[in-house]
């Protein structure tokens, strides 16, 4: 699984006009689900999302976690974040989860990051076509994959 973090000022989603998530102060994450991804995968990345010191301290330097700052997530699937674009120029997705490993491996990360942060991830709609606002705070943004552990 690869995941994209932006620390947020404030995002939303929304699908055909109306709004699936909306939050203030906290997390904006991006998910892909790629074909050998388990449920450990899944539990790796919520426990590194939610523990990431990415928001400043009183002294200005990132030291808290979302967490810490009673901040909120949303999490928006996105199966561009598996292309691979080793050969030509159009993006290949043959690493994205088939439906039903993608969508149960991301409703178990919302789950797992709700259950850590105290209440309910916010979300988009898993499939649709969805436009996405986000005010960047920082910008901070750091790109998390669960097969490199780094």
Not at 34 to 60: C, H, S, Y
Not at 61 to 75: E, H, P, Q
Not at 122 to 132: D, L, P, Q, T, W
Request: glycine share 8%; proline share 2%.
């Amino acid at each position: 699984m690869r995941i994209v973090i932006q620390r947020a000022a404030e995002a939303s989603v929304s699908v055909d006009g109306e709004m699936k998530g909306c939050i203030g102060r906290g997390l904006m994450v991006l998910v892909g689900v790629e074909n050998d991804d388990t449920i450990d995968d899944a539990k790796w990345l919520a426990q590194k999302t939610v523990a990431l010191r990415i928001f400043d301290d009183e002294n200005g330097v990132m030291n808290k976690s979302v967490i810490d700052v009673n901040g909120n997530v949303l999490a928006v699937s996105q199966f561009t974040l598996t292309a691979s674009t080793r050969k030509g120029n159009r993006p290949s997705y043959i690493r994205a989860a088939r439906h039903e490993l993608a969508t149960s491996l991301y409703d178990e990360y919302c789950r797992m990051v709700g259950e850590q942060i105290g209440h309910p991830v916010e979300r988009g709609v898993f499939g649709a076509h969805m436009m996405v606002s986000l005010v960047n705070d920082g910008p901070a943004t750091i790109i998390i994959d669960s097969r490199l552990k780094e």
